[in-house]
C-alpha cells in the first residue's frame, strides 16, 4: 500500500465503522433531531401525493433547509423510515469522506493533519450526534465548494451553481458560503460578476425572509436565557474536539462507565487541541505570519469566528446559532495555515490522529452500550429526567440525547406502514412543510 494512502485508508475505515455502530446499535440512525426529519418526509410525500389535512400544509414559498428533506422524501418511497434512516446514515458518510479526501488533496494539506482535524471538526462533529443533518449537508456542499481549483473558487458559473445549491441546504451554510465566495472575490478582484452570481439566490433568500414567519420559543425550551455567554462561546468551542457522551434516554455513558469515562475524554479533547496548536505554531514559522494572513481564508476564519462570538444562545429559529458559524470558521482557518504546509514533527500529528481515533472509539463504547440498554426496555423519558437530577448537570457535558425523538421514529414507521398521515404536530418548521393555523 503506498503510505500516502495510509491515513485516508485508516480514518476512512475508522470512520465507517462507526457510523455501522450507531447504525446497528439501533433499529435506526440514532441522531438526535434527525427522526423528526424523517416524519417530516413522509409527511411531505402523502401531502404532495394529494392528501388532504388539517394539521399540516406545504410552504409555497424557496426554503433553505430543502436538499436534505427532498433526499429522505425520496427515500421513503422505495424504503421504511427506519431503514431509510440507515441509509442517509451510509451516504452521508460516503459523501463527507469523498468531500474530506477532496478537500485535503486539492489544497495541500498534510493528510495526517487533515483528515483527523476534518473528522472532528465536519464529519463527526456536535451538530451531526445531534441529527442536525440540513446543517451538515450545508457544511458538505461548502466542503466540495473548497475542492474546487482555487481559481474556480470566485468564477461566476461555478458561484451561481454553489449559491444556489448551498442555499437549498442550509441557511447558515449558505451564509458561511458567502463569506468564502466574499474574500475569494475581493483577492481576485472579481467582486462585480461573483456579485451578478449571487443575486439569484440572494433573491430567493429575500423571498423566504419575506414569506417566513417563526413559531420558535427556542429560547424557553432550551432555558439558555442566564447561561454565561463567555463560559457558553468556550464549551462551543471545546465541542469542536473528538470527545462527546452518548445518551440513551436514563442511560447515559459518563454516569454509566464513571469518571474514567469523562477524565479519558476530557484528556483526549486536550491532547486534540495541544497538538493542533502546535502544529498551528510549527505552520505559523514555516510559512510566516505574511503569508498566512495574506490568504483570503484567513479573512474568511476570523470574520466568521467573530461573527460565531457575537451571536446569541439562540436565534434565527435554532439553539446556538454561533456553533453554526464557528465550524466554517474554524475550517477557513485550517485551511489558512495548513495549506501547503507538510510538518516534519511525528509527535504532534500522532498525536492528533491518537486524539480523534481514541474519541471516536470512545463514543463508539457509548453507542453499544446506550444500544443494549435501549434494546433491554429500561430506558424512558422519565427514568431520563430523573437520572438527569440525580446525577448532575455535569454528566450532560459534551452529551447528545441520541434517541429523545424515538416516538417520533415509531410513529412515522406505522404511518408509512398503513400509508397514512400521522397525526401529531411538527415540532420544527424550518422545512418544506409547517403546521396549520
Not at 45 to 59: A, F, P, R, T
Not at 109 to 114: A, E, L, Q, R
Not at 202 to 208: G, R, S
Not at 360 to 377: C, E, N, Q, W
Request: hydrophobic fraction near 55%; aromatic fraction near 12%; proline fraction near 5%.
Amino acid at each position: 500500500m503506498n503510505r500516502a494512502h495510509a491515513p485516508a485508508l485508516l480514518f476512512s475505515v475508522a470512520a465507517m465503522a462507526l457510523l455501522a455502530v450507531a447504525a446497528f446499535s439501533f433499529p435506526y440512525a440514532p441522531l438526535e433531531d434527525f427522526p423528526e426529519w424523517i416524519y417530516q418526509g413522509h409527511v411531505f410525500n402523502k401531502l404532495v401525493e394529494g392528501q388532504s389535512s388539517l394539521l399540516y400544509e406545504v410552504k409555497t414559498y424557496p426554503v433553505p433547509y430543502a436538499l436534505l428533506q427532498l433526499m429522505v422524501s425520496a427515500l421513503l418511497l422505495v424504503a421504511a423510515p427506519m431503514m431509510a434512516s440507515r441509509i442517509v446514515l451510509a451516504l452521508w458518510g460516503v459523501l463527507s469522506l469523498v468531500a474530506v479526501h477532496k478537500v485535503i488533496a486539492r489544497n495541500a494539506v498534510s493528510p495526517w493533519i487533515g483528515w483527523p482535524l476534518l473528522l472532528s471538526l465536519i464529519v463527526f462533529n456536535s451538530p451531526f450526534w445531534n441529527g442536525y443533518l440540513g446543517y451538515q449537508s450545508g457544511l458538505l456542499v461548502l466542503l466540495f465548494f473548497l475542492a474546487l481549483p482555487r481559481d474556480n473558487r470566485s468564477d461566476w458559473r461555478w458561484v451561481l451553481a454553489f449559491s444556489l445549491l448551498t442555499f437549498f441546504a442550509h441557511g447558515w451554510g449558505y451564509v458561511a458560503l458567502l463569506a468564502f465566495i466574499g474574500a475569494y472575490a475581493l483577492y481576485d478582484r472579481r467582486i462585480v460578476s461573483c456579485g451578478a452570481a449571487l443575486a439569484p439566490s440572494l433573491l430567493l433568500l429575500a423571498i423566504y425572509r419575506k414569506f417566513n414567519v417563526s413559531h420558535s420559543e427556542l429560547t424557553v425550551m432550551f432555558d439558555l436565557d442566564h447561561v454565561n455567554p463567555v463560559l457558553y462561546k468556550l464549551y462551543t468551542l471545546l465541542k469542536s474536539g473528538p470527545y462527546h457522551n452518548a445518551i440513551v434516554f436514563d442511560f447515559n455513558a459518563m454516569a454509566h462507565f464513571g469518571p474514567a469515562f469523562l477524565g479519558t475524554g476530557l484528556a483526549l479533547d486536550a491532547i486534540f487541541f495541544l497538538a493542533l496548536g502546535a502544529l498551528a505554531l510549527m505552520a505559523l514559522r514555516a510559512l510566516g505570519w505574511r503569508e498566512i494572513g495574506a490568504r483570503p481564508e484567513t479573512l474568511t476564519g476570523v470574520g466568521l469566528v467573530a461573527l460565531a462570538l457575537i451571536l446569541p444562545p439562540t436565534g434565527f429559529e435554532m439553539a446556538n446559532p454561533g456553533e453554526r458559524i464557528l465550524i466554517p470558521g474554524l475550517l477557513a482557518l485550517s485551511l489558512a495555515f495548513f495549506s501547503g504546509y507538510s510538518p516534519s514533527a511525528l509527535v504532534p500529528r500522532v498525536a492528533l490522529s491518537g486524539a480523534v481515533l481514541g474519541g471516536m472509539a470512545l463514543f463508539a463504547l457509548g453507542l453499544i452500550a446506550g444500544g443494549a440498554a435501549y434494546r433491554s426496555g429500561t430506558a424512558g423519558a422519565e427514568a431520563m429526567a430523573a437520572k438527569q437530577t440525580e446525577t448532575g448537570a455535569r454528566y450532560s457535558w459534551f452529551g447528545h440525547r441520541l434517541v429523545q425523538f424515538d416516538s417520533r421514529m415509531r410513529e412515522a414507521e406505522k404511518a408509512w406502514r398503513h400509508d397514512a398521515l400521522p397525526s401529531e404536530p411538527l415540532a420544527f418548521e424550518t422545512g418544506l412543510i409547517a403546521n396549520r393555523r
